[in-house]
C-alpha cells in the first residue's frame, strides 16, 4: 500500500491518522508513535504489509460492523 492509498483509505473509513493509531491500539496492538502513522501517511516510511491487509479488511466489513469497530477510536 503506497502513501497515497493510506492517507485515501483512512479518509474513506472517516478515521484520522491519531484516530487509526488508537483503532490498533483498541485492537490488541500497541498503540504506535504519532510519528509512525504520520510518517506511513507522509511516505517516509513504508506502510507494513498488515497495516494495508487491515485497512483493505475494515473497507470489506458492513457499514454496521466497521462502525461498531472504529467509533470508539474516531470517538463518533
Given at each position: 500500500?503506497?502513501?497515497?492509498?493510506?492517507?485515501?483509505?483512512?479518509?474513506?473509513?472517516?478515521?484520522?491518522?491519531?484516530?487509526?493509531?488508537?483503532?490498533?491500539?483498541?485492537?490488541?496492538?500497541?498503540?504506535?508513535a504519532?510519528?509512525?502513522?504520520?510518517?506511513?501517511?507522509?511516505?517516509?516510511?513504508?506502510?507494513?504489509?498488515?497495516?494495508?491487509?487491515?485497512?483493505?479488511?475494515?473497507?470489506?466489513?458492513?457499514?454496521?460492523?466497521?462502525?461498531?469497530?472504529?467509533?470508539?477510536?474516531?470517538?463518533?
Amino acid at each position: 500500500m503506497t502513501e497515497t492509498e493510506f492517507t485515501e483509505t483512512l479518509a474513506r473509513l472517516g478515521l484520522s491518522q491519531a484516530a487509526f493509531a488508537r483503532l490498533l491500539d483498541d485492537l490488541g496492538e500497541r498503540q504506535p508513535a504519532p510519528t509512525t502513522v504520520w510518517r506511513w501517511a507522509d511516505g517516509r516510511s513504508r506502510v507494513p504489509i498488515g497495516i494495508g491487509a487491515l485497512l483493505r479488511l475494515l473497507e470489506t466489513l458492513p457499514d454496521d460492523l466497521r462502525i461498531d469497530l472504529t467509533r470508539k477510536a474516531a470517538r463518533l
